[in-house]
Nanobody
Framework: QVQLVESGGGLVQAGDSLRLSCAAS????????LGWFRQAPGKEREFVAG????????AYADSVKGRFTISRDNAKNTVDLQMNSLKPEDTADYYC?????????????????WGQGTQVTVSS
């Protein structure tokens, strides 16, 4: 089992920055991939960013490239999502998810473990 707990959501204005954090615990982190997904009301859950824990390979959705950065802290067992230049269309519930593998999947169905989510609202 892997437990994931997100934090850092909130209400910000367009152009602001926000940092989300996902604290991971449980099973070994060997070959684990951590991903961030988001889901806006009435829309499907979509991939935002992912990182392979040990090799630090990263992947991003086109909509966030250049604005969002995913990183991990081995000492704290956290995966952070730094979000800059936020736009109203970034408004959504953000979820941290994990899967065991070697390829960062953009499909939420591939992820086994999920956090409870944290809400991000960007006002215009």
């Amino acid at each position: 089992q892997v437990q994931l707990v997100e934090s850092g959501g909130g209400l910000v204005q367009a152009g602001d920055s926000l940092r989300l954090s996902c604290a991971a615990s449980g099973r070994t982190f060997s070959n684990i991939i951590l991903g961030w997904f988001r889901q806006a009301p009435g829309k499907e859950r979509e991939f935002v960013a992912g990182i392979r824990w040990h090799v630090r390979n990263t992947a991003y959705a086109d909509s966030v490239k250049g604005r969002f950065t995913i990183s991990r802290d081995n000492a704290k067992n956290t995966v952070d999502l730094q979000m800059n230049s936020l736009k109203p269309e970034d408004t959504a519930d953000y979820y941290c998810a994990a899967l065991y593998g070697v390829v960062i999947s953009t499909s939420w169905e591939r992820y086994t473990y999920w956090g409870q989510g944290t809400q991000v609202t960007v006002s215009s």
